[in-house]
């Protein structure tokens, strides 16, 4: 994945890193820090979601035409089996189906020892880049 991609984004706000992408799996990595908590100290569920959507939407993202569409969420489910304090959580993106307008991805997060921490669907849409305006002569 292109680094500069992801600048400026969530993505690279929560730490997030790529660790393994090809036509049937596609995992990334999380630091559980002070970007990714919530006040207790827990990893907060939200940023577990941003996780799980992020690599259903780029492991969906590799897989399409990109000069000529995008991949955006349409729906994302999550079940936060137990919490974790520190270390990283990896998710690991399995897709249950490719169509041609939509993507539905397993996604499984654990923590450093392989414990579950959430469970989640996501649904990706693919959608058409739009055309960019002609510039005035």
Known sequence: MNEAWTRDTM???LGIEVLHVDSERFV????????????????????SVALAETVASLGTWTLIDQE??????????????RSATSGFVTATAVP??????????DIKIRDDEERLICVSRCTVAVIAKEAKPSEPE
Do not use: C, F
């Open 11 to 13: 993505i690279e706000w």
């Open 28 to 47: 990334a990595r999380m630091p559980v820090d002070h970007r990714t908590t919530q006040p207790a100290g827990l990893l907060h569920g939200g940023a």
């Open 68 to 81: 000529r569409q995008m991949a955006v969420g349409l729906e994302i489910n999550a079940n936060h089996i």
């Open 96 to 105: 249950l189906h490719k169509g041609r307008s939509t993507y539905v991805w």
